[in-house]
């Protein structure tokens, strides 16, 4: 286990595909939702994990950059971030799936792909390939033209998870991209961000830690808008104490390290 220090620097030898030093995000006029935030992340499977309003939304939309630092340094694939200019050509480089994604329920899921392949600039002569593979890695190439409105939640949530990947982003950024799925949709979503991870640097927050255990090499914990501690999952876990909540070593961990006392849990 290893605690982060505000100046503390990873030891990981490649560039960064995210960097933040002292970020600062603020949503409303006085809280800052992420607040100081010190962060370096390469290729590979980061897990994001916090308590309800530790900012871990507010980061993503942040790298995602739809919402704009306050203050500090933030780089994304060696592109500053540090306000609402020159945000295209870093766009058409990631990938985004919010909680919460509109679609119009009247497009099939091969239209709905395609119209954000071509909003992320992906070359014309390039969609329909680009569309079908997306489509095929979430497992709905049976559904592709089917109408939106026709498909489940989590059918949904796999075609947020398809139009995030669609451009081969180098960086991907989910936010609780396993909500509504079932537990072998889970699965195989887990095996497709470890493949994802191989060539990207693929970013996702959840609450649920199992899912972080199974597909992350890395784990991110912030509270309060900080980081409190960046590790393996095995770290995370060594962390914990039986003593500690959680219903396996890595949620035990995971209250741990949040500082909360064994044997006491809450809401």
Request: charge should be neutral; glycine fraction near 12%.
């Amino acid at each position: 286990m290893r605690a982060v220090g505000a100046d503390e620097v990873s030891p990981t030898a490649y560039a960064w595909e995210i960097r933040a030093k002292g970020l600062v995000v603020r949503v409303g006029r006085k809280k800052n939702a992420v607040d100081g935030l010190d962060l370096e992340l390469g290729k590979g499977v980061h897990g994001l994990l916090g308590p309800n309003g530790a900012g871990k939304t507010t980061l993503i939309r942040t790298l995602a950059t739809v919402l704009r630092p306050t203050s500090g340094e933030l780089s994304v694939l060696g592109e500053r971030v540090d306000g609402l200019g020159g945000r295209r050509g870093l766009r058409r480089r990631l990938g985004y799936l919010p909680q919460d994604f509109g679609y119009y329920k009247r497009f099939t899921v091969r239209e709905f792909v395609e119209y954000l392949a071509w909003l992320k600039e992906v070359p014309a002569a390039e969609i329909p390939g680009a569309v079908q593979r997306a489509v095929e890695r979430v497992g709905l190439a049976d559904r592709a033209d089917d109408r939106m409105k026709t498909l489940s939640g989590g059918m949904v949530r796999r075609v947020g998870v398809a139009q995030a990947i669609v451009n081969d982003p180098a960086v991907l950024l989910l936010d609780e991209p396993t909500a509504g799925l079932d537990p072998a949709q889970r699965v195989r979503f887990r095996e497709l961000v470890v493949e994802l991870g191989r060539e990207s640097c693929v970013l996702i927050s959840t609450h649920l830690v199992e899912d972080v255990a199974a597909a992350c090499t890395d784990v991110v914990l912030i509270a309060n808008g900080s980081l409190v501690f960046q590790g393996t999952p095995a770290e995370v876990a060594a962390a914990g104490t039986p003593e500690h909540v959680g219903d396996s070593p890595i949620e035990r961990g995971y209250s741990a390290l949040l500082g909360q006392e064994p044997g006491k849990g809450g809401w």
